[in-house]
């Protein structure tokens, strides 16, 4: 059993953890955000130096948002070199890599309870890249926004009586209403 075994099974004591052929949204908890807390502070540990941070962010970051019941991390590297370090780091603490999805994701790991069960998603980016910058601006604005939450809480449950469990479909539809969130000029919702 790898270390991060029992730390994925603390996460679904709190209700978290999704199939890869379901698509579910939830509104985030407080014992979400403190299993998220808890999971980055755990990865933190385990990449060590080599990143220069690790966030909770996403819809299961912002109390009360509709969310997957998935923890979503994004960690900042700052060469590419380091990339390497940290996906051998997360290997060995029982992270799967999926591959690069370059601009739509970063280097991307999934952490499983059971094969095709996951309970958190983990981006490798370059810290302070647009990337980086994105993933941050959205959980702030979502936190911060009554009118962004609304707006992508509606959206998001269009996208899902619209795309059923098409994971693919909803998450293209979803970027496109977070790119509209974050606004092309960069500005934000007030």
Same mark, same amino acid.
């Given at each position: 059993?790898?270390?991060?075994?029992?730390?994925?099974?603390?996460?679904?004591?709190?209700?978290?953890?999704?199939?890869?052929? /379901?698509?579910?949204?939830?509104?985030?908890?407080?014992?979400?955000?403190?299993?998220?807390?808890?999971?980055?502070?755990?990865?933190?540990? !385990?990449?060590?130096?080599?990143? !220069?941070?690790?966030?909770?962010?996403?819809?299961?970051?912002?109390?009360?948002?509709?969310?997957?019941?998935? !923890?979503?991390?994004?960690?900042?590297?700052?060469?590419?070199?380091?990339?390497?370090?940290?996906?051998?780091?997360?290997?060995?603490?029982?992270?799967?890599?999926?591959?690069?999805?370059?601009?739509?994701?970063?280097? !991307?790991?999934?952490?499983?309870?059971?094969?095709?069960?996951?309970?958190?998603?983990?981006?490798?980016?370059?810290?302070?890249?647009?990337?980086?910058?994105?993933?941050?601006?959205?959980?702030?604005?979502?936190?911060?926004?009554? /009118?962004?939450?609304?707006?992508?809480?509606?959206?998001?449950?269009?996208?899902?009586?619209?795309?059923?469990?098409?994971?693919?479909?909803?998450?293209?539809?979803?970027? /496109?209403?977070?790119?509209?969130?974050?606004?092309?000029?960069?500005?934000?919702?007030?």
């Amino acid at each position: 059993m790898k270390p991060s075994v029992p730390v994925a099974r603390r996460l679904t004591d709190v209700g978290l953890g999704l199939a890869y052929d /379901e698509l579910r949204l939830e509104p985030t908890t407080d014992a979400w955000l403190a299993a998220g807390a808890a999971l980055r502070d755990h990865v933190a540990d !385990v990449v060590g130096a080599t990143a !220069v941070g690790v966030v909770h962010v996403g819809s299961s970051a912002v109390r009360d948002m509709l969310s997957k019941p998935i !923890v979503d991390l994004a960690v900042g590297v700052v060469a590419d070199d380091d990339i390497a370090d940290v996906g051998r780091r997360l290997d060995d603490d029982g992270w799967i890599y999926r591959g690069d999805a370059r601009d739509e994701g970063g280097h !991307v790991f999934v952490l499983e309870t059971s094969p095709w069960h996951r309970v958190a998603h983990l981006h490798v980016v370059g810290h302070g890249s647009d990337q980086w910058t994105n993933y941050v601006r959205l959980r702030d604005q979502l936190r911060t926004s009554s /009118e962004a939450r609304h707006r992508y809480a509606t959206d998001k449950l269009r996208l899902l009586a619209a795309c059923g469990n098409d994971r693919e479909a909803y998450t293209i539809g979803k970027t /496109e209403v977070v790119l509209s969130i974050l606004g092309a000029d960069g500005d934000e919702l007030s």
